[in-house]
Structures are given as structure tokens and as C-alpha cells.
């Protein structure tokens, strides 16, 4: 089915015609139509028009209005003030636009595809290998998720990149406890394990953490291990890929707890771009990007300055020889952008690396790897904090793992439904009360500007009231439940209905779904999605408490029509959530 346009589109439209025939001299003009609490729309372009024309802005839109044609769409247009039009919608054009959203046979509900769409990579979930995921990875993931999930369903090819920390010098002195204590990667779960391959690994390297630092002959052992790795050795390099495998299970089973879907072939660690480092260091010493200062080969940037006033480089290769993280990651642009034809890079990297991605990329771009046609992107994210406003901790002031806070949070979710429950099993409230409290955790991470930090409170995120996906979760329960006790009624448009102040006010935000989802992927905000479903979420209650749609007193048409808004609503609330990443029961 084709594209239907929302509401604002039509009237912009509408508008600006009429303004190019009212006023040929304006030439192309546009009509600054935004949503108004006096009308359905207000259009404000009139009052910049007359200026420019040197006219009466009042007369300027009387002419302006005469010129708009007679149709379905507007019901009243009145000019107000020094010259706004104040524009309310016929009542049919709201119920024939949603009717038409709704019988859409790819259940797309308005959001249109791209039609410039290109190739986005996205940079996100980067866990470290040997190491537990904290507190502090939960953002990267659940951001990342989110806008893998929206970009793709606006059209994008999204090509996920999971950037994992798998190589650097702590290996040396993993392999080398492990060749010299073979048994302490054993573990009495199964093979698919997270839990007790976690415990191994932390095991591992606590035991050889305290002998790297107290014994300085395997300090010795584990540095000459690291040559080996770097060198190739195989030896070394099958015990290396053990606590990547290892590390592995540990991972898929905290995301597959986030309800996320990460593949093997996604995950292309720091260790995948080795081959890649030395040409890329070649490359940019040749083409004079970067030089050698005091034996490093370094990238110099005019405003990136030290506390001194002295130059702070980019260190691409290190004066002993070793590459930095710069070398890797300008690696990885050189490969996303010449091997996997990107056309968009996008990094949901934490804020405090905002500086180090502004100098990798300035320096891709002075070496021609990022164009005017390939551009990147830092999705940058604030801090998870405490109640306290500081950043998370426990109480003994360790880093929280991300198991332990998902794990509560579904513990926290299973009370809620418990209390809510009335025909559920056992089984049921255990499925309800994970995708309840994983959702909890996504949105309230979504529902904050990516760049802000934000308070994790578990008792305001599992609440049934306020801006929460439970609140959300529960309008689309209630919703479907609507839906099943109906019957023999069937959701059915009627336009030539009139409508209550309820239902327009619905009908309206309806409408506003697919520009919004636009608006998301464009600029990469999860957070105005989560923002339009809560008020879709609060629209839909006032529906609900205002427009019965089964009391007996309800003529059939009206009720038909009502179970329509309200199957609608339960359609967008669900692919909205989903696009988030969010699960939304059809009972709760």
C-alpha cells in the first residue's frame, strides 16, 4: 500500500498552495504550521509574509484563506490576532486518514521509508572480554538496540558492529596463569552457562591480577606472552580465543536477559582490525595527516589544547612500537566505510569519550575516509546515577553488575503483575514480569535524552503510574482486553460520525506517529518516541474514562468506531514499543 500522509502534511500543503496563489509574489512560502491548543493548528508563515510584502498581515490572511479549496479536510479556518490562522480538521478527514493508516496490509501505521536510505553502522553493546558487564554498559546496548531497531524499519540497512575489548596487554597475563593453572577455565554449569563462565573468568583474573603485581618473574612471563599473541603464536592464540568463547556465553546470556539480539557474526572485536593497523599508520604518515613526535606517530589538532596551552595529539602509534585505541578505531572507519560501503557511522560510546572520537574523526576525514557523502556520528550518552545523584554504586561503592540490576528489576516487575494479576499462571507471571521489568530498565534509559544523565530508581521505573513503560505496557493491555470482550463487534471506521473532544484528541496524536518515527531516526532520539507513546499512553486512558465503547446505551456505530481508535492505539503502542525494544503484553 502506499504512503497515506499524515494530517499535517495534507494541511501544510494545502496551505502553502494557497499561499503561492493568494500571494504569486511571495514565491515559495511556508505556512509555519504547528499543532495549538485554541484550534487543531495554527499557521504563523502569514506574519514573515507580510513583512517582506510591506502588507497587512490580517488582510494578507483573509486573502490567504479565500484561496484554500473547498474539501473534507478543514472544518473551520479563522484568522486571529495580527494574522494567525487558527485551522480545526473536519472530523471525517481524521477518521478517513486513520482508516487509511489502518487497513495498510505491511501494518507500517504512517511511518514512511526513507527514500534516500543508505547504509548505517552501528557501534554499539561493547563489552570486555574476561571482564563483567557493569551498570555502565547498560546504555550502549539498550540506545544502540533501539536505534538498530528504528533505523532499519524506516528503511536503512543497518549493519550492527559490536566492538568488544579483546585485545591489549591483560591478555599475556590471562594466558599466562592459564598455561600455568589449566583447570581454572572449568566450570561445573553447562556449555551455554553465563553465569558460571562469568564466575571462572572473574576467578581467573583476580588470581592473576594478584600474582602479575606481588611475583615479578610471571610479570615477566605474561609481558613476553603478550609478544607471542601480538606475534601470532598459536599456542597462545587458541588460549586467547578460549576466553573470547568464554567470555561469549557470559555475554549472549545477559543480552538475551535484555531481550536482545546479538549474533556472532555482529561481534568484531579490537583484535578483528590488527591486520589493518600498520597500512593505516602507512597511510597516514604518507599522506602527511600524521607525524612523528618524539618517536610517536601523532595526529595535531589547533583547538585540542592541554591545561598548558600546549598541543594535546591524537597518538596513533606509540613510541615503543604498540598501536593505540586511535590506530584500531581509524582502522575500523577505514574498513565500515571501504568493505561494508557504509554511508552513515553511528558510535553510542559514552560522553566521556566525546574528545577521542572528535579527533579520530577529524582525523578520517583529513584522510579522506569520511566525505560529504559518509558521515560519522557519536550517539553520546550521560551516566546512570543513584538515587543520591551520583554514579552508581553499591553500597560497598563497587560498580553494580548489569546481571544483579536486571535480575531485580524482574523481581521488582513480578510484584507488580502478581498484584494485577487475575487469570494468569505461574508461568505467565514469569514471562509478564521480565518483559515488565527489562522494559522498566529500557525505558527509563530511552525516555531520557541519550546525552543526560539519569537517577536509576527501580521503584519509579515498575510503577503503574507516571512516564513508564508499565503505564505504557498497561494501555495497551487494557486495550486488547477491549478488544477481546467485544464480541461480536468489530473495529470499524465510521466518518461520518462526529467526533468527542476525546477522540479527536486521540485521532490526532494517532496521526503524528509516522512523522515522529521519521524525526527519530533522522536525528537519533530515541527519546521523543518514548516521549509520543506516554502521551499516546495518557490520551488513550481519557479516552477510555470518557468514550465507553461496550455499555449496552452505546449505539452500534459509535461503539464500532470507538473499538477502532482504541484497536489502533494497542497497533501503534505495540510497534512503537517494539521499536524501542520493548515487549508489550496482550495481558497484564
Not at 582502522?331 to 558510535?347: C, F, H, P, T
Not at 522498566?440 to 539519569?454: E, G, I, M, Q
Not at 516521549?531 to 461503539?559: H, I, M, R, W
Amino acid at each position: 500500500m502506499a504512503s497515506v500522509n499524515s494530517l499535517a502534511s495534507t494541511l501544510q500543503q494545502q496551505l502553502a498552495d494557497a499561499l503561492t496563489a493568494a500571494l504569486p509574489d511571495a514565491g515559495t512560502a511556508d505556512p509555519l504550521l504547528r499543532r495549538s491548543d485554541r484550534a487543531d493548528f495554527q499557521a504563523n508563515g502569514i506574519l514573515a509574509l507580510a513583512k517582506k510584502l510591506k502588507g497587512n498581515p490580517r488582510e494578507l490572511a483573509s486573502q490567504v484563506t479565500a484561496a484554500i479549496p473547498a474539501g473534507d479536510l478543514i472544518e473551520e479556518i479563522e484568522v486571529s490576532g495580527p494574522g494567525f490562522l487558527n485551522v480545526t480538521l473536519s472530523d471525517r478527514a481524521i477518521v478517513e486518514t486513520l482508516a487509511a493508516r489502518a487497513a495498510d496490509d505491511e501494518d507500517r501505521l504512517g511511518v514512511p521509508r526513507n527514500s534516500a536510505a543508505g547504509t548505517t553502522v552501528i557501534d554499539y553493546a561493547q563489552p570486555n572480554v574476561a571482564k563483567e558487564m557493569h551498570v555502565g554498559h547498560l546504555r550502549s546496548a539498550v540506545i544502540g538496540d533501539a536505534m538498530v531497531q528504528i533505523l532499519e524499519f524506516t528503511g536503512e540497512t543497518v549493519v550492527r558492529r559490536h566492538h568488544i575489548g579483546d585485545w591489549g596487554t591483560q591478555f599475556g597475563m590471562l594466558i599466562q596463569y592459564l598455561i600455568e593453572h589449566p583447570d581454572e577455565l572449568s566450570h561445573e554449569g553447562g556449555a551455554e552457562d553465563g553465569e558460571a563462565a562469568m564466575s571462572s573468568l572473574n576467578r581467573l583474573y583476580k588470581a592473576s591480577r594478584a600474582l602479575f603485581d606481588s611475583d615479578e618473574e610471571f610479570k615477566a612471563r605474561s609481558r613476553d606472552r603478550v609478544v607471542a599473541l601480538q606475534a601470532g603464536d598459536e599456542e597462545t592464540l587458541a588460549l586467547w580465543q578460549r576466553f573470547v568463547d568464554e567470555s561469549k556465553i557470559y555475554f549472549y546470556s545477559v543480552f538475551d536477559k535484555l531481550d536482545m539480539d546479538i549474533r556472532d557474526a555482529d561481534i568484531v572485536g579490537e583484535s578483528g582490525y590488527n591486520d589493518m593497523l600498520e597500512e593505516t599508520c602507512r597511510i597516514l604518515e604518507e599522506s602527511g595527516v600524521a607525524v612523528r613526535s618524539e618517536g610517536a606517530l601523532c595526529v595535531f589538532f589547533d583547538d585540542v589544547k592541554g591545561p598548558d596551552g600546549n598541543p594535546v595529539p591524537l597518538i596513533v602509534k606509540k613510541s615503543n612500537g604498540g598501536y593505540g585505541y586511535a590506530a584500531t578505531d581509524l582502522s575500523a572507519i577505514r574498513d565500515r566505510v571501504q568493505n561494508l560501503k557504509a554511508s552513515s557511522l553511528l558510535y553510542v560510546v559514552d560522553a566521556r569519550q566525546a574528545l577521542h572520537f572528535k579527533m579520530v574523526f577529524e582525523t578520517a576525514r583529513r584522510a579522506g575516509w569520511l566525505n560529504e557523502d559518509v558521515k560519522a556520528v557519536q550517539l553520546a550518552f550521560g551516566t546512570v546515577l543513584g538515587k543520591d545523584g551520583k554514579p552508581f554504586k553499591t553500597r560497598e561503592g563497587e560498580t553494580v553488575r548489569l546481571q544483579d540490576l536486571l535480575d531485580e528489576a524482574i523481581d521488582r516487575a513480578s510484584a507488580v503483575v502478581r498484584e494485577k494479576a487475575k487469570d494468569l499462571t505461574e508461568d505467565e507471571i514469569a514471562e509478564r514480569a521480565a518483559q515488565v521489568g527489562i522494559g522498566a530498565v529500557k525505558y527509563a534509559d530511552l525516555s531520557t535524552s541519550a546525552a543526560r544523565d539519569y537517577k536509576f530508581d527501580l521503584d519509579q521505573m515498575v510503577s503503574l503510574t507516571g512516564d513508564t513503560s508499565v503505564y505504557i505496557q498497561y494501555a495497551h493491555a487494557r486495550s486488547r482486553s477491549i478488544k477481546r470482550k467485544a464480541g461480536e463487534l468489530s473495529p470499524r471506521p465510521h466518518p461520518e460520525l462526529e467526533l468527542a473532544p476525546a477522540e479527536r484528541a486521540l485521532g490526532l496524536h494517532l496521526d503524528e506517529f509516522g512523522e515522529v518515527v521519521s524525526e527519530v531516526a533522522a536525528a537519533y532520539e530515541p527519546h521523543k518516541l518514548a516521549a509520543y507513546l506516554y502521551q499516546l499512553s495518557s490520551l488513550f486512558t481519557t479516552f477510555y474514562d470518557q468514550c465507553p465503547v461496550l455499555k449496552a446505551e452505546v449505539p452500534g456505530d459509535v461503539a464500532e468506531n470507538r473499538l477502532f481508535l482504541s484497536d489502533l492505539t494497542a497497533r501503534t503502542l505495540h510497534r512503537g514499543m517494539a521499536l524501542l525494544g520493548i515487549r508489550t503484553p496482550e495481558r497484564l
